[in-house]
C-alpha cells in the first residue's frame, strides 16, 4: 500500500536480530510522517497532541524499552496500515 515506507532492520522484520540504532524510518517527507504514540494512538491512528512527529524522511529512532508504537499522522494512513510496532529488550 505505502511501498515507500521501508523499515530497515527492524525487529518486525528480523524478530530476533539486535538493532542497536533502533528502526531506520524512509519515507517522501512531502506525504508522510512519523508520529511516536501510545498503544491508545496506536490502535486508534490518532497521535496526542503532545506527541513528537518525525519528518525528516530519514528518520532513525530511538527505542523506549518495552513496546514502542508509531503511525503516520497523516489522514487515513494510518487507517491503510501505515503504522509499526516494535519490541525493544
Ligand atoms: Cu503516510
Keep these: 500500500m505505502f511501498p515507500n515506507l521501508v523499515v530497515s532492520h527492524g525487529p518486525s522484520y528480523y524478530p530476533n536480530q ?3 540504532h533502533g528502526p531506520a524510518f524512509n519515507y517522501y517527507p512531502s506525504f508522510h510522517n512519523v508520529a511516536v504514540v501510545d ?4 490502535k486508534g ?3 496526542s497532541s503532545k506527541a513528537k512527529i ?3 524522511g530519514k528518520d532513525r529512532i530511538k527505542l523506549s524499552k518495552g513496546r514502542n508504537y508509531f503511525i503516520c499522522s497523516i489522514p487515513g494512513h ?4 501505515m503504522k509499526l510496532s516494535v519490541y525493544a529488550h
Design 78 to 81: 494510518c487507517d491503510e496500515g
Design 54 to 56: 518525525y519528518t525528516s
Design 39 to 42: 498503544v491508545k494512538g496506536y
Design 45 to 47: 491512528c490518532s497521535p
Design 18 to 20: 539486535k538493532v542497536p
